[in-house]
C-alpha cells in the first residue's frame, strides 16, 4: 500500500502535468489555427444569451399522417376496382372513415383497405394501425396509441435535428439544444443577444414542392376543384394563383441550395441542387411540360412560378422572386437543413444580459476562492504537514477537473460551477478520512510506517464506497436531468474520479517520498 514503483511514481506526475496543460487552452489564445485547442464553454446563464422553448405541433403531425393514410386508401380503393366511395379524414379523432357506395365491391374495398393496414408497420413489426367496421357500414382505419406515441417520438427527435442544422448555419457557437418533456425543445443560444432571426428560421416549416400550375382553372372561384389548390403568389404581392396538388418533384430531393446573384439582372436568387431520383424527376417534367408553368411552393406559398423553356436536365435549378441578401440567405438555409415534421411554436422565451453572465461568474468565483482558502485553512490548521499534501493534492485536483472539462468541450454552467465548489468539498472529505485514520492509529500505538499503511487500508475502503454511491446517483441525474442539472451532475461525475486520484494516489505518493527521505519518529497529525 505504501510501497511506490519508480514507474507508478512517474504515472501519477504524468497525468497530474496532463491536466494542467490541458488548462492552459482556456488562459491563452491558440498559437496556430491547426493546432487542437480545446477550450471550456461558458453556458447561458454565465455568458448571457438567449432561450427558447419550442412546442412540436403535434396536431399538425397526426393531420399529415391521418392525410397521407388517405391518399393511401383512395390509391388502394382505385386499383381494387372501387369506383364510388368517399374517404373522410378525421384528424381530431386520429383516423379516416371510408365509405363504399357500391355493395357489389364492398368485399373487394374491404380487402383494399386491410391491405393498406397490414403495409404500415410499426417498430415492432406490428400494424401500427386498426381496422373496424363502423354500425352505418362504413370502414375505419385509426392510428393505434403507440402508432401517435411512436410517430409524437420521431417528430421531436426530427425536429431537434433540424434545429440544430438550421442553427448551425447562422454560425452561433455551442448552442444546446435538447427535448424536454414529450414535445418541447429548449434551444439556449448563448452570445445571442437578439434571437429574432433564430425564431423566424425555426418558425418556417419549410417544405418545399414543386407543382404544376393549373393554367385552365380560374383562382377567382369560391372554392377549387379536386386536387387543386389556390395558394397565394408572393411574387404577385398574395395574389391567389390556382396549382395542382400532385407534387412533381418533392423538396425532400434536395442536396444544396446556396444564395447568389444572377449574372444578368443581378437579383439575388437561389441555387439548389437535387440528388440523383430528384434530377432524373425534375428532368421528366420539365421535359413534358414545356411552356407551361412550374410552381415552386414553400410552406403552402409559391414564391416563384416560371415558365418551363426547356428541359432541365442537369439537376439544378435557380428560385428568384425578389429576394434581398438576408431573405435568400435565410431561404438557402432552410432548404439545406431540411423541412421539419411540424411547425414550431415558441412558448417562452428569455434573454440573459452578459452583465449578469458576468455577476454570475464573479460570484461564482468569489464562492469558489473563499470557499478553496477555508479549505486549505482547515487542513493545514487540523493535520499540519499532511494537511498541506492533501492542499497540493486539492489544487491538482482542481487542475485536473478543469482539464477534463476543457478535453471534452464542456460548456459551463452556474450550477456547473457549484459542482465545481462541492467536489472541492467532497475531495477533501477523502484526506480527512485519511488523516484521521492515521490518527487513530497513532494513537492505538503503532509505528508511523505501520500507521500510515494501516490508515491507509482501512480509508480506502469507505472512499470507494462513498464515492461510487455519490458517482451512481449522479449518473442517474444526467440521464433523467435536463439543462443546468445534467452540468451539475457532469462537473460532480468527474470531480469523483478526480478527488479518488488525487487522494488515494497522489497524496500517498507525497507521503512516501516525505517519509522514505526523512524517516521520522512521529507523524506530524
Known sequence: MMYFSRLKALVVIGICLLGVLFCVPNAVNAPASWMPWRTIHLGLDLRGGSYLQLAVDMNAVIRERVDSLADSSRTALRRA?????????????????????????????????????????????????????????????????????????????????????RIDETGVLDPQITRQGNDRIVVQLPGVEDPNRIKELLGQTAHMTFRMVAEDINPGAAVPPPGIDFLPDESLGGQKIAVRRYVSVDGANLTDARAGQNGQTGEWVVDFTFDSQGARRFADVSRQNVGHRFAIVLDNKVISAPVIREAITGGRGQISGHFDAKSATDLAVLLRAGALPAPLTVVEERSVGPELGADAIRSGAIALGVGFVLVIFFMGTFYGLFGWFANISLLVNLFLLIGVLSLFEATLTLPGMAGILLTLGMAVDSNILINERIREEVHNGRTPLNAMETGFRRAYATIIDSNAATFLSHVMLFFFGVGPVRGFAVTITIGIATSMFTATMLTRLFMVRWFAAHRPQALPV
Open 81 to 165: 376496382g372501387v369506383v364510388r366511395f368517399v374517404v373522410t379524414p378525421q384528424p381530431p379523432q386520429n383516423r379516416l372513415v371510408a365509405r363504399i357506395d357500391e355493395a357489389d365491391k364492398r368485399a373487394a374495398a374491404e380487402a383494399a383497405l386491410r391491405k393498406v393496414v397490414a403495409d404500415n408497420q410499426g417498430t415492432a413489426g406490428k400494424s401500427d394501425l386498426e381496422f373496424a367496421t363502423l354500425p352505418d357500414g362504413s370502414y375505419a382505419i385509426t392510428l393505434s396509441p403507440a402508432a401517435l406515441t411512436e410517430r409524437a417520438t420521431a417528430a421531436v427527435q426530427q425536429s431537434i435535428e433540424i434545429v440544430r442544422r
